[in-house]
């Protein structure tokens, strides 16, 4: 939850606001296939090893 979290924490100011909520659910909703899933992998690769 804390990396989906980060994510969506678009200017990194550690709160999230309206952009950064609407461009996360747009991007599950209606991303291209190949968005998708790259998206969700970034949500498990916290520390950007894989």
Known sequence: MERF?????????CDIKQQGL???????????QTQKPQFLFDVYDADGTI
Request: aromatic letters at 4%; charged letters at 30%; zero cysteines.
């Open 5 to 13: 979290f980060e994510l969506l924490d678009v200017d990194g100011r």
């Open 22 to 32: 609407m461009l996360g659910s747009r991007m599950l909703m209606k991303g291209i």
